[in-house]
């Protein structure tokens, strides 16, 4: 069984960064995908950023582009997402979240597919 753990939230000022870790066991090969998502209070869930472990395509949201950094270490099977330049707005629950899918689809349909396991989510906070 798939498990995703997700580590490295917590309280940020302005302009500060994070780096989320999502640890990954129960993969069956090494061609999968791993998706960061975010919730903010009253918001529907959003995609952040995907990677495509085995080809390493990347997705980035508009709002993220250029401040965050998705990326992963397949000796470690961890998923990490480097975000620089927080603004207020990034404040959410992040959600780690893996597919099997891997690079079967093009990474603009991944965006949209329901990730088939999920972390538990880190809280990030950033204050104004």
């Known amino acids: 069984e798939v498990q995703l753990v997700e580590s490295g939230g917590g309280l940020v000022q302005t302009g500060g960064s994070l780096t989320l870790s999502c640890a990954a066991s129960g993969f069956t090969n090494d061609d999968y995908a791993i998706g960061w998502f975010r919730q903010a209070p009253g918001k529907e869930r959003e995609a952040v950023s995907l990677?495509?472990?085995?080809?390493?395509?990347?997705y980035y949201a508009n709002s993220v582009k250029g401040r965050f950094t998705i990326s992963t270490d397949s000796a470690k099977n961890t998923a990490y997402l480097q975000m620089n330049a927080l603004k207020p707005e990034d404040t959410a629950v992040y959600y780690c979240?893996?597919?099997?899918?891997?690079?079967?689809?093009?990474?603009?349909?991944?965006?949209?597919?329901?990730?088939?396991?999920w972390g538990q989510g880190t809280q990030v906070t950033v204050s104004s």
């Open positions: 979240a893996g597919d099997p899918i891997g690079s079967l689809l093009p990474i603009d349909l991944l965006v949209k597919k329901k990730f088939d396991y």
């Open positions: 990677i495509t472990n085995e080809d390493g395509n990347t």
